[in-house]
DNA sequence: AAGTCGGGGAG
DNA sequence: CTCCCAGACTT
């Protein structure tokens, strides 16, 4: 029942039904070969990809993944690691306060969960880093809970399914309940239905295009067949000439220094030196870099 | 709800 | 070249 004030979009499919369309679908073509998909991964393993994959490519996290997992395989590994080690592992992945969150989550999860991940997701949500959707990717995906995993490819299924173009700028509640509503009573199903729903939106029901004609679930959408407006859906800043480009070039020549680097050094960075103050006072506040007795920078050794 | 936070890959 | 990526957090 809806009330009257509720938009006439057209009805979501069931969960049944969605299931029964897409996870056919989903065993034929779900890509993968994603290292902490092998069976024997670790709750812990599980966080790791999953902060690693905000906003980074899973092909590119694979790589970083391997090798952070096998120099600290366990939280109280990364725990104990100088920072300035974590964030050049980290590499050129992008946000590297990412990396400082992670540990954070290790020495959390080390001293006050006696080295186990929370498998419940409101105390997933309490760790720096962790988000509703990285909660509920760890407590479905490695711990095989009953929740709605919602990422910004969930976000656009589930908008297009009931007849929108897209989805929002951010995750609203409505979001949230809708891809709830998705989901079918069995809890292993309902975990791969999560999964599907995003492998669909990587691979058909793209940001830029759709591919209705191969949709598996073509015949419940309100969207299919629909044209997707023109334009950029979202603004988005630019990256070249901006402050964030001139912090990650300061970051990427401490990562690549042997030890503390000169002022002059950084400086040579960029040619506009009060965006280089900028820079430096901002990496410094985020705790990614930090001076030596001497007043030369380097990565922070805690 | 909009801004900010990197860097690269795909189109 | 532009746009977007298994988001989180602050304002």
Redesign the pocket.
């Known amino acids: 029942m809806r009330a009257a004030t509720e938009t006439t979009d057209p009805a979501l499919p069931s969960p049944d039904v969605l299931a029964e369309r897409l996870l056919p679908w989903f065993d034929a073509h779900n890509?993968?070969e994603?290292p902490?998909?092998r069976p024997g991964t670790t709750a812990w393993g599980v966080l790791v990809?999953?902060?690693m994959?905000?906003?980074?490519?899973?092909?590119?996290v694979a790589p970083v993944w391997e090798a952070w997992m096998a120099r600290w395989p366990e939280p109280a590994d990364l725990a104990a690691a100088p920072t300035a080690d974590v964030l050049r592992e980290w590499g050129?992945?992008?946000?590297?306060?990412?990396a400082l969150?992670l540990q954070e989550c290790a020495r959390i999860i080390a001293e006050e969960h006696g080295g186990t991940v929370p498998a419940d997701p409101a105390e997933l949500?309490k760790?720096?880093?962790?988000?509703?959707?990285?909660?509920a990717?760890v407590a479905v995906?490695h711990y095989g809970g009953r929740h709605a995993v919602v990422?910004?490819?969930v976000r656009?299924v589930v908008a297009r399914l009931g007849g929108r173009s897209d989805a929002?700028?951010?995750?609203?509640r409505a979001d949230l309940a809708a891809a709830a509503a998705l989901l079918p009573e069995d809890t292993a199903t309902a975990a791969r239905v999560s999964?599907a729903l995003?492998?669909l939106?990587?691979l058909v029901c793209?940001?830029?295009?759709t591919e209705c004609g191969t949709c598996p679930v073509t015949a419940e959408c309100g969207f299919s067949g629909q044209e997707l407006p023109e334009?950029?859906?979202?603004?988005?800043?630019?990256?070249?000439g901006?402050?964030?480009?001139v912090?990650?070039?300061v970051?990427?020549l401490l990562r690549d220094a042997d030890g503390p680097v000169e002022r002059a050094r950084i400086d040579a960075v960029w040619t506009d030196r009060r965006m280089v103050d900028e820079a430096v006072a901002?990496?410094i506040a985020?705790g990614?870099i930090g001076t030596d007795e001497q007043g030369r920078f380097e990565l922070p050794s805690r």
């Open positions: 890509r993968t994603l902490w998909r990809s999953e902060i994959s905000q906003q980074t490519q899973v092909a590119r050129r992945m992008g946000y590297p306060r990412r969150r949500e760790l720096p880093g962790i988000g509703n959707y990285t909660a990717a995906f990422d910004t490819n656009r929002g700028t951010a995750t609203t999964l995003m492998e939106g990587a793209t940001a830029r295009k334009g950029p859906s979202r603004k988005r800043q630019r990256y070249k901006t402050n964030r480009h912090r990650g070039e970051m990427a901002q990496l985020d990614l």
